[in-house]
Structure formats: C-alpha cells, structure tokens
C-alpha cells in the first residue's frame, strides 16, 4: 500500500509531467490506426472524397513528415516562451508552464496525427487498387486540421502567457485558492492575535530527532498534518515538525523531533512529509507571494527598470494580504481531546507575510515615486480592512515605508 508521501510525489509527477499526457495521445493514435481500416471496410460508405492508392500514400507521406517538422516547430515555441518568462520574471514559473494542460494536449494532438497516418501507410500497399480505407485517410485530413486550430490556439495562449499582467493574474489567482484552502475560517473583530505555536512550546524533556534522508536534501513541500497527529495521539507523544513547509532542509538535518520516547514511529513520521527540488502552491501559501516579490524585484532591477510590472505585483501581492488579513491563521499546535499538545509546526504569521511581501521592495523601490505611492495606497487599504489587533504591523510596515522614502530622498 503506498504511502502518503508516494501518493503525493505521484500525484505532483503526473500534474507536471511533460510527456505523459502526449503518450496517452499516441496510445489512442495506435487504437485508432487498427480500428479506422477495419470500420472503413464494414461501413461501406460512399463518400465525395476518394484517393487511388498513389493518391492515398502521397498524402499519408506529406502529413507524416509535415507533423514531425511542425511538432519541432512547436517545441521551439515552447521553449521561447520558457526561456522568456525565467529571463523577464522568475524562474520559478517553469513550473506553471510545465503544468499547462493545453501545452501537453497540443503536443499530444500533433504527435498522434503523426503516429496515426504513419501507421495508415502500412494498411495501404497491401490492399491493391480500389480498396483504399478513404475513410481513415480523411480522418487523418481531419487531424491536420483539428492540429492547425490547436497550433493557432496554442500561439494565442503562449503570447498571452508571457504579458506581464497575465503572469502576475495567474500567480494571484493561484495565491488565492491555496489561501483559502489552507486557512478557511474568518476571522472577527475579537479574536485575539495568533503567534508562533512552536515558539510557545516548550518540552519537558530532550527531543529525539528524526533526520531528512533524502539524498543531497531538499525541500520539504509537504505534510499529512492528520496523518502525524493519529500517530502522535496512537503513541501518546508530542511531535515538533522542525522546518517550515517551503524550507530546504540538508542531508540528515533534523525534520522531527519527537518528545516522550517512541522512537520507533520515525520511519512512519518521515512517510507523511514529501521532499522535491523546489517548493509549491499546494501547502504553501507564501509562494505565491515569494514569487510576486522576485518579479517586482526583477523589474525593479537596473537592468531591466521597469517600474510599472513591480506595480502591477503590488496590486496582487495586496489581493493576498486582504485576504490572509481576514483569515485566522493557524498558531501551530494540534492538541488530542484531552488537551495535550501532540504536534507541532512553524507556520508563517501575520507579520512574517507582511515583512515578506514588502520589506524586499521597500528597500529596493523606494526611490521610486510610482512604486512608494503604490506600497503606500497598499498599506493604508490594509489598515482599514484588517481587524485592529493586525494593524499596528500595518502601522510599522507604514512608518518603515515613510522612513526608507526620507532617506532615498536626502541621497
């Protein structure tokens, strides 16, 4: 039975894969190369489009050979598109691209119209004169042009994926719905401040601790929060999950600490976590943010000066504060029904967003009139929407703004 960490490592590897949806094009490409000859010839169907054998092979022979140089063509596009996106704003989109479900089904369709009229030639010569499938030749005329109107699609989307309004919309869009998957309940005018519940445990006892046995590290994208605490609850133990979701964490480094003996649960504990090369949205809801900063940043940059993308950020990265403001964000401690503390975890606060989400701009976009006047408007829609217990971080994040905008003044 697999594991929740194999579950979640397949579930990411069958989202972003590549080639996978493209196979199963090919597979049906297959099915319907044996099929299509074998209908042809029990329909019997008159038809206004007929084709000699010569006819037949010459036509097969240009769309299979035309597909497989258009397929490269298109290939070429995509890793335009790629090369643009990482140099204009962030690497960290090839991700998204990679995940496009209407790239990888447009390779799918040009690669099987391919497969499908390669095949179909090997039914024609043996047939003889008159009994061409024409049926399944016009199919494969029909591929070509289901295969131009996917490309013209595909063209449209890959120049609408690279504008700068459009990049930024997705990574708010995706933002959104991982905030409001991971924090789902309101907040209200008298709920108190929450803190870091990992700063406020503190054992009894030494910890024993359950190190990353990933080869080379990585970072950790993932936990089975449910699972970790039936098993704290199971061996009656309290479990601190020692990194943050989205930290890289080195070889052998500690990822549990588990307080109360029970050793024997480590290989279970480190089964409902998940290690990748880099982080994502699903259990992480500062990525978003993360990457809406690297591409103001990035526009911010000498090199590229360009005020108004960093502008455009700003307008999402408030988006997310709104909605983080009005949310109750977790404190890190789960406790059994008896009260007892049984794990523990590092979640990010109210304030560790809004330091993440402007202090890198702020320092770098502060002489910038257009950016301060932006992070200024940002600030004051924050302090009017947030609950009062969130605003004296408003407040601070103000007076920091105002301060770094003095100074870039007097230079």
Same mark, same amino acid.
């Given at each position: 039975?697999?594991?929740?960490?194999?579950?979640?490592?397949?579930?990411?590897?069958?989202?972003?894969?590549?080639?996978?949806?493209?196979?199963?094009?090919?597979?049906?490409?297959?099915?319907?190369?044996?099929?299509?000859?074998?209908?042809?010839?029990?329909?019997?169907?008159?038809?206004?489009?007929?084709?000699?054998?010569?006819?037949?092979?010459?036509?097969?022979?240009?769309?299979?050979?035309?597909?497989?140089?258009?397929?490269?063509?298109?290939?070429?596009?995509?890793?335009?598109?790629?090369?643009?996106?990482?140099?204009?704003?962030?690497?960290?989109?090839?991700?998204?691209?990679?995940?496009?479900?209407?790239?990888?089904?447009?390779? /799918?369709?040009?690669?099987?119209?391919?497969?499908?009229?390669?095949?179909?030639?090997?039914?024609?010569?043996?047939?003889?004169?008159?009994?061409?499938?024409?049926?399944?030749?016009?199919?494969?005329?029909?591929?070509?042009? +289901?295969?131009?109107?996917?490309?013209?699609?595909?063209?449209?989307?890959?120049?609408?994926?690279?504008?700068?309004?459009?990049?930024?919309?997705? =990574?708010?869009?995706?933002?959104?719905?991982?905030?409001?998957?991971?924090?789902?309940?309101?907040?209200?005018?008298?709920?108190?401040?929450?803190?870091?519940?990992?700063?406020?445990?503190?054992?009894?006892?030494?910890?024993?601790?359950?190190?990353?046995?990933?080869? /080379?590290?990585?970072?950790?994208?993932?936990?089975?929060?449910?699972?970790?605490?039936?098993?704290?609850?199971?061996?009656?133990?309290?479990?601190?999950?020692?990194?943050?979701?989205?930290?890289?964490?080195?070889?052998?480094?500690?990822?549990?600490?588990?307080?109360?003996?029970?050793?024997?649960?480590?290989?279970?504990?480190?089964?409902?976590?998940?290690?990748?090369?880099?982080?994502?949205?699903?259990?992480?809801?500062?990525?978003?943010?993360? =990457?809406?900063?690297?591409?103001?940043?990035?526009?911010?940059?000498?090199? +590229? !000066?360009?005020?108004?993308?960093? +502008?455009?950020?700003?307008?999402?990265?408030?988006?997310?504060?709104?909605?983080?403001?009005?949310?109750?964000?977790?404190? /890190?401690?789960?406790?059994?029904?008896? /009260?007892?503390?049984?794990? +523990?975890?590092?979640?990010?606060?109210?304030?560790?967003?809004?330091?993440?989400?402007?202090?890198?701009?702020?320092?770098?976009?502060?002489?910038?009139?257009?950016?301060?006047?932006?992070?200024?408007?940002?600030?004051?829609?924050?302090?009017? !929407?947030?609950?009062?217990?969130?605003?004296?971080?408003?407040?601070?994040?103000?007076?920091?703004?105002?301060?770094?905008?003095?100074?870039?003044?007097?230079?």
């Amino acid at each position: 039975m697999l594991t929740w960490s194999q579950k979640f490592r397949i579930r990411t590897w069958v989202l972003s894969s590549m080639w996978l949806v493209p196979v199963g094009f090919v597979f049906a490409a297959i099915a319907m190369a044996w099929f299509m000859p074998q209908f042809d010839d029990a329909l019997s169907l008159k038809i206004p489009f007929t084709y000699s054998v010569s006819a037949a092979t010459a036509t097969l022979s240009a769309i299979s050979s035309g597909m497989l140089v258009f397929t490269g063509f298109v290939f070429s596009v995509i890793t335009f598109a790629i090369q643009f996106g990482s140099a204009s704003y962030t690497n960290r989109l090839l991700r998204s691209i990679s995940r496009n479900t209407g790239t990888k089904v447009a390779l /799918g369709v040009f690669v099987a119209t391919f497969i499908y009229s390669l095949l179909l030639l090997a039914d024609i010569s043996p047939r003889g004169e008159g009994r061409v499938p024409n049926l399944s030749v016009l199919f494969a005329v029909l591929l070509v042009g +289901v295969s131009v109107l996917v490309f013209l699609r595909l063209i449209a989307s890959v120049t609408d994926s690279i504008r700068s309004g459009r990049v930024v919309a997705d =990574i708010g869009r995706s933002g959104r719905q991982v905030i409001e998957a991971t924090f789902p309940l309101p907040v209200t005018a008298d709920t108190p401040p929450s803190s870091s519940g990992a700063a406020r445990y503190t054992p009894d006892t030494p910890g024993h601790e359950v190190g990353c046995p990933r080869s /080379g590290g990585g970072v950790l994208q993932a936990m089975d929060l449910d699972g970790i605490v039936a098993v704290a609850e199971e061996t009656r133990v309290t479990v601190e999950l020692v990194p943050e979701i989205g930290e890289f964490v080195s070889t052998g480094a500690p990822v549990f600490r588990i307080y109360g003996a029970s050793q024997t649960i480590a290989a279970r504990l480190l089964d409902s976590v998940a290690f990748g090369d880099e982080r994502t949205y699903r259990q992480d809801p500062s990525f978003s943010l993360r =990457i809406l900063v690297d591409i103001a940043l990035k526009a911010l940059s000498p090199a +590229v !000066n360009d005020p108004t993308t960093a +502008v455009e950020s700003l307008g999402r990265i408030e988006d997310l504060l709104l909605l983080l403001g009005s949310r109750w964000l977790p404190d /890190g401690v789960c406790r059994d029904a008896q /009260g007892e503390v049984r794990f +523990v975890y590092r979640t990010p606060s109210w304030e560790d967003d809004l330091d993440l989400s402007l202090t890198e701009i702020r320092l770098f976009g502060a002489s910038t009139p257009s950016v301060a006047a932006r992070m200024r408007e940002l600030l004051e829609t924050l302090h009017g !929407n947030v609950p009062l217990w969130r605003q004296a971080a408003v407040e601070e994040q103000m007076r920091l703004l105002d301060q770094a905008t003095t100074e870039s003044c007097q230079e």
